[in-house]
């Protein structure tokens, strides 16, 4: 039961700090092409 809650949790965190690393990018990718095309 705990190793299930811990599997769980774990992958829990990997989902989130997953969607973290994508936004980031994503926001990252917006701002370089504003950047872009207001120089």
Known sequence: ???ARLI???RLLF???LYD???VLS???ES???G???S
């Open 1 to 3: 039961m705990l190793a």
């Open 21 to 23: 690393m994508t936004t």
């Open 15 to 17: 989902a989130l700090s």
């Open 36 to 38: 872009s095309n207001f």
């Open 8 to 10: 769980l949790f774990v």
């Open 32 to 34: 370089d092409f504003y």
């Open 27 to 29: 926001v990252s990718k």
